[in-house]
């Protein structure tokens, strides 16, 4: 792969097995970077990782369970062992579901917070420890979502626990700015995966929809770029927020959403 803005820089993606996480990773690799390509599904993993390895680059692959601490510090370990340094981490991996307000019930916010949320936490404290030992600073990037902007009654788990990724990520930009780390997130909207077909499925079960892709066609109506988006449509600002060039930018949840909220 050609050279670019990562050159020298090991970064972590969670959640990479697919989706956005794959083409944050692949297009890390293609800016220069060492990329760990994390997921619970190390089958998903392998593979990006594989495309990465196969494309010229350096991947690999480590299966995660991004809530549990004990998972996340052996995946620091083995990618500061196979690469020598951890520099960049997305903390990308998450769950959703469609689920009307007042059907939430406790398990259900349990799900999604103990990903969503705790596991963003978890790993933003290993890979700040990680970083702070190194002592050159670093850069933690997590995934938010308009849904951490605004709260909706289809899903508001969900909504709360992205909103809570923006909380972290504040806190994270204000408790690491002292060892040169920067925190940022950044917020899709409606974006064209696997994780929408899932979220397709669960309105039609719901009777919110009629007929695959009506639920997303019509959320990603709202965008003033008349589209929902893909993952090609996130990686550049990812790559952006990862490289130097976003050096003085943190605690910010910037969105890219095509326009459907206007902050």
């Given amino acids: 792969m050609a050279s670019g803005r990562l050159d020298g820089k090991t970064c972590v993606v969670s959640g990479a097995a697919r989706g956005i996480g794959k083409d944050i990773a692949v297009r890390l690799a293609q800016e220069g970077g060492k990329v760990g390509v994390v997921d619970l599904d ?7 990782a594989d495309e990465i390895n196969g494309q010229g680059g350096k991947a690999l692959a480590c299966q995660c369970d991004v809530s549990s601490r004990a998972d996340v510090k052996a995946m620091v370990k083995a990618v500061v062992d196979e690469f020598g340094s951890l520099d960049v981490i997305f903390n990308n991996a998450a769950v959703a579901e469609i689920r009307l307000f007042m059907d939430v019930r406790e398990e259900h916010w349990e799900r999604l917070m103990k990903v969503n949320a705790l596991g963003v936490l978890i790993a933003m404290q290993e890979a700040a420890l990680q970083m702070i030992e190194q002592g050159k600073g670093g850069k933690i990037i997590n995934t938010g979502s308009i849904a951490g902007k605004e709260g909706y009654d289809l899903q508001p788990h969900y909504c709360a626990s992205k909103f809570s990724v923006v909380a972290l990520t504040q806190a994270g930009a204000r408790a690491l700015g002292k060892h040169g780390i920067t925190c940022n997130a950044f917020c899709p909207g409606v974006v064209k995966t696997e994780l929408w077909e899932q979220l397709d499925s669960e309105f039609m079960k719901l009777g919110l929809s009629e007929k695959p ?18 993952p090609q449509d996130i990686v550049g600002l990812a790559a952006f927020l990862a490289s130097a060039d976003s050096d003085y930018i943190t605690g910010q949840s910037i969105m890219v959403d095509g326009g459907m909220v206007l902050l």
């Fill in 42 to 48: 190390l089958a998903g993993a392998q593979k990006a």
């Fill in 213 to 230: 892709g009506e639920a997303m066609e019509g959320f990603a109506s709202r965008a003033l770029l008349g589209r929902p988006s893909t």
